[in-house]
């Protein structure tokens, strides 16, 4: 994917490209899901600017990252702490994820 976008922008004379993601409200919403996300964009960043391509990102705040599994939709007896509920209320209201912000 990064190859076929790299050779994309050079066979058109673009100069980079606009990542935004904002899939399922929270696309980060679990620490593990925030953790590949953030190594994929570094990967991608680093060989674009080795093909002199630049690359700009809207991000959603970090509010509501979990250290929990992904399961979006919890069942009756589970609570936040269970499972990832980042839809489930305003993101800041959420505590926020140490191993995110430090």
């Known amino acids: 994917l ?6 994309f922008a050079q066979e058109n004379g673009i100069t980079g490209i606009s990542l935004d993601d904002e899939y399922d409200c929270a696309p980060r919403s679990t620490l593990d899901r ?3 996300w953030v190594g994929f964009v570094d990967i991608l960043a ?9 690359l700009s990102a809207a991000v959603q705040a970090l ?4 250290n929990v599994p ?3 939709h919890c ?4 609570t936040p702490a269970d499972c990832s509920q980042a839809c489930n209320q ?12 430090s």
């Open 2 to 7: 990064i190859h076929k976008t790299i050779t």
């Open 90 to 101: 305003n993101p800041a209201k959420y505590p926020l994820e140490k191993k995110v912000t």
């Open 63 to 66: 509010y509501g990252v979990q």
């Open 46 to 54: 680093e060989q674009l600017h080795q093909a002199e391509l630049q």
């Open 75 to 78: 069942g009756p007896n589970k």
């Open 70 to 72: 992904y399961q979006p």
């Open 34 to 36: 925030f953790e590949k």
